[in-house]
């Protein structure tokens, strides 16, 4: 089983090139783009942040990130489309986040599906898109979401297995797969969990976000340090024959952790993602 991990606050570290290059050196197999710079979003004023430029010539960044990957044994996975895709500065970039994904060499672009729209209704703006991802030869992944209402985790687009079974059959296409996001589906009040997802989707999951909370809220920490239970999630995957990438998104864990030394917070968070494989392979 390859593991993976996203570039997003690594890269906030060290700059983009470099994350490929320590997180190849750390022993992960591949690397996740990160693609939220293409329209950042100032979440208080639900407004795309003009503060915080977007990557510089991304399609050349996608490029020259690839390169180092390649130089360093790893290639690019999958990569991750800015949201929430119901702003139009930000669904205008999605687009582009495809053609990043296809320049840096990624197989899958994981992008939101709209929280407050129905399975039908996002099989419309997925099908929009759908030729042109076609056209770069990267599938788009769909995810588990939730919404938030001051208190706790509340039902959206795909946040129930059997909905996010509703948006995979309502598209129904080799380009269009899913991405479980364990984080998402342990949170209380969604009535779902990782293991019911990952059985009712079965052959739709072409990808992941790994990692780990305390059952109430969206943490995105590292595996093993919190509430939830990988070993039921491991074995749903073996269940199903899960044949993508273990991928981290403990973003946080890294956040939280940035005085530290970048190497050794990548080697941890390898290690986290090593064992989960491990764990995979002995069954």
């Given at each position: 089983m390859q593991t993976s991990t996203n570039t997003e606050y690594i890269a906030k570290l060290v700059g983009d090139e470099r994350a490929v290059e320590y997180i190849a050196k750390a022993g992960f197999d591949a690397w996740d783009f990160s693609l939220f710079r293409l329209a950042q979003m100032d979440w208080a004023n639900n407004v795309v942040r003009l503060d915080v430029p977007p990557f510089d010539n991304p399609l050349k960044l996608a490029r020259a990130m690839r390169r180092v990957g390649e130089d360093n044994g790893i290639k690019c996975n999958q990569s991750h489309a800015p949201f929430p895709v119901n702003i139009k500065s930000v669904s205008y970039r999605l687009k582009l986040a495809l053609e990043c994904t296809a320049e840096a060499g990624g197989e899958i672009c994981v992008i939101h599906p709209d929280n407050n729209k129905s399975a039908m209704a996002n099989a419309e703006f997925y099908s929009e898109l759908l030729p042109f991802a076609k056209?770069?030869?990267?599938?788009?992944?769909?995810?588990?979401?939730?919404?938030?209402?001051?208190?706790?985790?509340?039902?959206?687009?795909?946040?129930?297995?059997?909905?996010?079974?509703?948006?995979?059959?309502?598209?129904?296409?080799?380009?269009?797969?899913?991405?479980?996001?364990?984080?998402?589906?342990?949170?209380?009040?969604?009535?779902?969990?990782?293991?019911?997802?990952?059985?009712?989707?079965?052959?739709?999951?072409?990808?992941?976000?790994?990692?780990?909370?305390?059952?109430?809220?969206?943490?995105?920490?590292?595996?093993?340090?919190?509430?939830?239970?990988?070993?039921?999630?491991?074995?749903?995957?073996?269940?199903?024959?899960?044949?993508?990438?273990?991928?981290?998104?403990?973003?946080?864990?890294?956040?939280?952790?940035?005085?530290?030394?970048?190497?050794?917070?990548?080697?941890?968070l390898y290690d986290s993602v090593k064992r989960l494989a491990d764990e995979f392979e002995s069954l």
């Open positions: 056209s770069v030869g990267v599938k788009i992944a769909t995810e588990n979401m939730f919404n938030w209402n001051g208190k706790g985790a509340e039902s959206a687009a795909c946040s129930n297995h059997d909905d996010f079974l509703k948006h995979m059959m309502a598209i129904d296409d080799p380009y269009f797969v899913a991405c479980v996001d364990v984080g998402h589906a342990e949170m209380k009040g969604l009535d779902t969990s990782t293991e019911k997802m990952i059985l009712t989707l079965g052959k739709y999951v072409k990808a992941l976000h790994l990692h780990d909370n305390d059952l109430q809220f969206d943490r995105h920490e590292i595996p093993f340090s919190m509430k939830i239970d990988f070993s039921k999630i491991v074995k749903a995957l073996k269940e199903i024959e899960y044949d993508g990438y273990f991928t981290l998104e403990a973003d946080s864990y890294v956040a939280k952790n940035s005085q530290a030394e970048p190497k050794k917070i990548i080697a941890n």
